[in-house]
């Protein structure tokens, strides 16, 4: 199953700390941090988000609950962590692709689950 989504970076510009808290993992606000584009890679990773909840045909999965994390090459993954273990049981599905890519003014990524 695959899912896919893309979104302005300007969506972002706007939001305070708070509304980053509240979908964003300190881990994920903290690699976005590394960077003067911030709001490139948040984008990135609320496209991963969506393209879950699409490849899944499942709108119960709470956004902040998905957290991308990086290998050491810099490939995304999604943290394998008990709520999505869980999840990805209850649709019958064991592994998860990501991929990422973004420029100034859009984000967008795929998601393939298996
Ligand atoms: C990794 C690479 C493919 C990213 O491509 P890009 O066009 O610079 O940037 P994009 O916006 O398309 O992609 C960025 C995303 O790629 C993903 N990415 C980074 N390294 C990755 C890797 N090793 N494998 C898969 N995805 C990777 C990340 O998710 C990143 O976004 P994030 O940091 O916000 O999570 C590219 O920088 C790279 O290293 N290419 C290697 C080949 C090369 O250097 N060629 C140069 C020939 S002149």
């Given at each position: 199953?695959?899912?896919?989504?893309?979104?302005?970076?300007?969506?972002?510009?706007?939001?305070?700390?708070?509304?980053?808290?509240?979908?964003?993992?300190?881990?994920?606000?903290?690699?976005?941090?590394?960077?003067?584009?911030?709001?490139?890679?948040?984008?990135?990773?609320?496209?991963?988000?969506?393209?879950?909840?699409?490849?899944?045909?499942?709108?119960?999965?709470?956004?902040?609950?998905?957290?991308?994390?990086?290998?050491?090459?810099g490939k995304p993954y999604i943290n394998?962590?008990?709520?999505?273990?869980?999840?990805?049981?209850?649709?019958?599905?064991s592994r998860v692709e990501i991929s990422?890519?973004?420029?100034?003014?859009?984000?967008?990524?795929?998601?393939?689950?298996?």
């Open positions: 199953m695959i899912g896919i989504d893309i979104e302005k970076i300007s969506r972002f510009e706007n939001w305070t700390d708070e509304g980053f808290k509240r979908i964003f993992t300190e881990k994920e606000l903290e690699y976005a941090c590394e960077f003067e584009n911030k709001i490139e890679h948040l984008c990135g990773f609320y496209c991963v988000k969506e393209s879950f909840v699409k490849a899944l045909d499942d709108t119960g999965i709470h956004f902040s609950q998905i957290e991308v994390l990086h290998n050491e090459n394998n962590t008990r709520y999505i273990q869980s999840i990805l049981k209850e649709h019958f599905k990422i890519s973004h420029c100034k003014d859009y984000a967008t990524a795929v998601v393939l689950v298996e």
